[in-house]
Every structure is written in structure tokens, then in C-alpha cells.
């Protein structure tokens, strides 16, 4: 295979081998981004410079993607009594349930989690670092809501030996542990703060301007790719685009109507006495956020209440800070539309989705972790600890699931 830094023919002195492709940089290219992941002319190849030839792998991306489709495809037939047998009946995908089961042969959190309602920054370290793989639907349609699951199913495609044991000689972590360190602070240089930012929303620094390391070009593959798009789970994918891009014209045109102009970027701002929010100042991805969550949970009573973070010392009161998120233009915009538009439509829907929270299962209590992460309504935090799936990583897959190549991987037990 040529190398993935610039497509040259140069023979490899660094590959990743995998489904019969041979993955990796020439001595040329691999200068590059063995500077961005922070090593040293002497150090050896790490999990991160491997994530990162990985990610630049359209080609192994395709193919492996093709593979989960299928898999998925015959599974939802054969759960619906249709044949498999050479049957290319298009079908509806269970796009959540389908990826799950995967994530959960390799020890991610299982539970339904959405990040939505404006995570902060803090929140969605958290939430990467204890290995909670989630639905994120905030960036907007063209980002795409399964677009981080995505990468990582192809990553655990490529690390694991058939959902069933780590590759240990390939790689130093199994998909757990990598999935969760890529959000901790790095000083490397990319820059930016964390490998989760440098590989994974699209500011790799590579010759290939489009790859899988930038969660809109995997979005966009499952509607333009000339397999991808054919495929039963590229055809759903595309349903749930086109919803999305309705959802957000309708909005973009009732803020229209409002005078509200998009902003660049997410701001907090006071509104003028009438109460309409300042023109240059919405941002119509943070107005989706509240109306998809309100969708989900239905419309909260109130100001959202905004949970100290354990060790907190600042002196604000809780008013305080509940008063400071209920004036953002962005929630105003949002009760504006939810009260106009969304609220005859969703009101009496069922609410199957809660804030986020750990019950103490010795006492009784529970503790809010957060307005914006999602769980079911059913649902508490109750995977086991990081620590124990981490280990329980290294030895083999979950147990509750089974992975089969023709029909996926499904749950054996609860």
C-alpha cells in the first residue's frame, strides 16, 4: 500500500497490517506526524501515532464500515424473520442499538447516554475519560450525531481480533483505554490541548485534506461514498441527516423571523428589556441542543439548575448561577420556538430520557452529573467503575455479548 502521508510509493518503515492492508508512513512522511503526537526522533511508535496513520486510511475506512453495514443489515432481517441469503433488500437500521453492541464487547458504558442541553467543556472531558461512548447531536447535522461512534467502531475493528481479543502485540492499549486518554491534556504539538482534538474533529495535520480523523467526512461518506451510500445503514444515516437538515432550516427561519442573526461562536449575553435576545448573538447549534433535549426529556420546568462541581469554592450562589445560564440568548431562543413550534408536536410524547445522574446504591442518593448528558429515564449510572473495565479490557471481550461476522454483535444477557 502507498503511504498515507502524501500517497507516495515509497516503501513503509512504519505499518499497521490489518484485513489484508498494510498501513503506515515512508521515512519521508512519518517526520510529520511523529512531531504532532509528541515523539521524539528516537522514541518508539506509540498507540497515537498508530491512530494516526489509521485515520488517514479512507480506504480501510470503506471497507471496514461496508463490512459493519452488512452485518448489521443481515442482523435486522434475520430479526425480523426475512432471508439473508443473498438478499440486498434495503433496511431500516437501528443506528443506536446496532453500535452499542459493539462498543459493549469492548467494555464501553452501555447505558443510553445523549449529550445535548450544552455540555460544558468539563462535562465532556468527564464523560470521554470514563469511557462513555455517546450520541452527540449539539455540533449539527453535517457534523453528524454517531460520527465519533463511527470512528471508533473502525477502530476497534482494526485493534481487536474479531470483537473477541485485544491485539496486544499491535498495540499497547486496548480501544477503552485509548478512547479514554486521547481526551487528557498533552503537551505535543498540535497544540491543541488533547489528542482527541487533534485526531478526531478534523485538525490532523496531513496531505489528505479529507479523512476519518474529521467527523464530517465520515458523516459524508455514508451519503456520497459510492458503496457506503447504497448500504442499509448508509440509506438510515441519510433519513436521519435530512430530518436533521429540516430541523435546522425551520429554525434558522423562525430565528429569521425573530431578527436574530447567527453568531460565529457561542456567547453569554444579557438581551435588551424587551427580552428579545441581541441581534449577533445566536448560534443556532447551541438553540438546537435545548430544543433536541427538550425533545427527548420533555421541557423542563424552570431554569435549568446548574450542579456545583464536587470541590467547587466560588462564591456564587446557586440563584446566581441559575440565573446567569437562564439569560443566554440561546435558551431564550429556545423557549421562544419550543413555545411556538415544538411544544404542540412533543408536549405529550412520552419522556424516556433523564439528567444524568449517579444513585448511591447504599443510600439512596443521587447526584446530578449533568443538565446536558442524557441517560433513559430507567437509567442510572451504573456500569462499573473505569478502573474495573479498563482491566476486564485487557482479557478478553464482555461476556454479555457475542460477536458473530455475519450477523454482528448482539447481547446475550442483561
Given at each position: 500500500m502507498p503511504c498515507v502521508g502524501r500517497g507516495c510509493n515509497k516503501p513503509l518503515v512504519f505499518a499497521i497490517n490489518t484485513h489484508g492492508m498494510e498501513i503506515g508512513y515512508c521515512d519521508t512522511h512519518i517526520k510529520s506526524p511523529r512531531r504532532y503526537v509528541g515523539l521524539k526522533e528516537d522514541d518508539a511508535p506509540n498507540d497515537f501515532l498508530k491512530l494516526h496513520a489509521l485515520l488517514n486510511s479512507n480506504q480501510l475506512f470503506a471497507k471496514l464500515m461496508k463490512d459493519f453495514s452488512n452485518e448489521v443489515s443481515r442482523a435486522e432481517k434475520k430479526r425480523q424473520g426475512k432471508s439473508t441469503w443473498f438478499n440486498r433488500e434495503k433496511i431500516g437500521i437501528k443506528l443506536n442499538y446496532s453500535l452499542s453492541r459493539y462498543e459493549g464487547l469492548c467494555w464501553f458504558g452501555t447505558q443510553p447516554k445523549i449529550m445535548s442541553g450544552l455540555l460544558t467543556a468539563q462535562e465532556f472531558k468527564?464523560?470521554?475519560?470514563?469511557?462513555?461512548?455517546?450520541?452527540?447531536?449539539?455540533?449539527?447535522?453535517?457534523?453528524?450525531?454517531?460520527s465519533h461512534r463511527l470512528q471508533w467502531h473502525f477502530i476497534m475493528r482494526v485493534m481487536t481480533s474479531g470483537f473477541s481479543q485485544p491485539k496486544t502485540s499491535d498495540w499497547d492499549w486496548t480501544p477503552l483505554r485509548l478512547y479514554s486518554e486521547t481526551i487528557k491534556n498533552a503537551n505535543f504539538a498540535a497544540g491543541t490541548g488533547n489528542f482527541w482534538g487533534a485526531l478526531l474533529e478534523g485538525n490532523m495535520n496531513t496531505g489528505v485534506k479529507a479523512c476519518a480523523g474529521d467527523p464530517a467526512w465520515v458523516n459524508q461518506q455514508f451519503r456520497d461514498h459510492d458503496v457506503l451510500k447504497t448500504t442499509s445503514f448508509g440509506e438510515t444515516l441519510t433519513r436521519r441527516y435530512n430530518r436533521r437538515i429540516a430541523m435546522e432550516d425551520t429554525v434558522q427561519q423562525k430565528l429569521a423571523e425573530r431578527n436574530c442573526k447567527q453568531a460565529a461562536g457561542y456567547q453569554e449575553v444579557s438581551t435588551d428589556p424587551t427580552g428579545r435576545p441581541k441581534e449577533n448573538t445566536i448560534k443556532l447549534h447551541a438553540v438546537l441542543e435545548y430544543l433536541y433535549k427538550w425533545k427527548k426529556?420533555?421541557?423542563?420546568?424552570?431554569?435549568?439548575?446548574?450542579?456545583?462541581?464536587?470541590?467547587?469554592?466560588?462564591?456564587?450562589?446557586?440563584?446566581?448561577?441559575?440565573?446567569?445560564?437562564?439569560?443566554?440568548?440561546?435558551?431564550?431562543a429556545a423557549e421562544y420556538l419550543w413555545e411556538a413550534t415544538y411544544k404542540k408536536k412533543y408536549a405529550n410524547s412520552r419522556q424516556l430520557f433523564q439528567r444524568a445522574e449517579y444513585r448511591d446504591p447504599d443510600d439512596d442518593t443521587s447526584v446530578v452529573i449533568s443538565d446536558g448528558l442524557l441517560l433513559h429515564k430507567s437509567e442510572s449510572v451504573k456500569d462499573a467503575p473505569l478502573a474495573e473495565r479498563l482491566i476486564a479490557s485487557t482479557e478478553g471481550f464482555n461476556r454479555a455479548f457475542k460477536y458473530s461476522s455475519s450477523t454482528g454483535a448482539k447481547r446475550v444477557h442483561k
Amino acid at each position: 500500500m502507498p503511504c498515507v502521508g502524501r500517497g507516495c510509493n515509497k516503501p513503509l518503515v512504519f505499518a499497521i497490517n490489518t484485513h489484508g492492508m498494510e498501513i503506515g508512513y515512508c521515512d519521508t512522511h512519518i517526520k510529520s506526524p511523529r512531531r504532532y503526537v509528541g515523539l521524539k526522533e528516537d522514541d518508539a511508535p506509540n498507540d497515537f501515532l498508530k491512530l494516526h496513520a489509521l485515520l488517514n486510511s479512507n480506504q480501510l475506512f470503506a471497507k471496514l464500515m461496508k463490512d459493519f453495514s452488512n452485518e448489521v443489515s443481515r442482523a435486522e432481517k434475520k430479526r425480523q424473520g426475512k432471508s439473508t441469503w443473498f438478499n440486498r433488500e434495503k433496511i431500516g437500521i437501528k443506528l443506536n442499538y446496532s453500535l452499542s453492541r459493539y462498543e459493549g464487547l469492548c467494555w464501553f458504558g452501555t447505558q443510553p447516554k445523549i449529550m445535548s442541553g450544552l455540555l460544558t467543556a468539563q462535562e465532556f472531558k468527564n464523560s470521554i475519560m470514563n469511557g462513555y461512548m455517546v450520541k452527540d447531536p449539539g455540533p449539527g447535522a453535517d457534523h453528524g450525531e454517531y460520527s465519533h461512534r463511527l470512528q471508533w467502531h473502525f477502530i476497534m475493528r482494526v485493534m481487536t481480533s474479531g470483537f473477541s481479543q485485544p491485539k496486544t502485540s499491535d498495540w499497547d492499549w486496548t480501544p477503552l483505554r485509548l478512547y479514554s486518554e486521547t481526551i487528557k491534556n498533552a503537551n505535543f504539538a498540535a497544540g491543541t490541548g488533547n489528542f482527541w482534538g487533534a485526531l478526531l474533529e478534523g485538525n490532523m495535520n496531513t496531505g489528505v485534506k479529507a479523512c476519518a480523523g474529521d467527523p464530517a467526512w465520515v458523516n459524508q461518506q455514508f451519503r456520497d461514498h459510492d458503496v457506503l451510500k447504497t448500504t442499509s445503514f448508509g440509506e438510515t444515516l441519510t433519513r436521519r441527516y435530512n430530518r436533521r437538515i429540516a430541523m435546522e432550516d425551520t429554525v434558522q427561519q423562525k430565528l429569521a423571523e425573530r431578527n436574530c442573526k447567527q453568531a460565529a461562536g457561542y456567547q453569554e449575553v444579557s438581551t435588551d428589556p424587551t427580552g428579545r435576545p441581541k441581534e449577533n448573538t445566536i448560534k443556532l447549534h447551541a438553540v438546537l441542543e435545548y430544543l433536541y433535549k427538550w425533545k427527548k426529556a420533555g421541557r423542563p420546568s424552570g431554569p435549568p439548575f446548574v450542579a456545583r462541581v464536587p470541590g467547587d469554592t466560588s462564591t456564587e450562589s446557586d440563584a446566581a448561577r441559575i440565573a446567569r445560564e437562564a439569560a443566554t440568548a440561546e435558551r431564550l431562543a429556545a423557549e421562544y420556538l419550543w413555545e411556538a413550534t415544538y411544544k404542540k408536536k412533543y408536549a405529550n410524547s412520552r419522556q424516556l430520557f433523564q439528567r444524568a445522574e449517579y444513585r448511591d446504591p447504599d443510600d439512596d442518593t443521587s447526584v446530578v452529573i449533568s443538565d446536558g448528558l442524557l441517560l433513559h429515564k430507567s437509567e442510572s449510572v451504573k456500569d462499573a467503575p473505569l478502573a474495573e473495565r479498563l482491566i476486564a479490557s485487557t482479557e478478553g471481550f464482555n461476556r454479555a455479548f457475542k460477536y458473530s461476522s455475519s450477523t454482528g454483535a448482539k447481547r446475550v444477557h442483561k
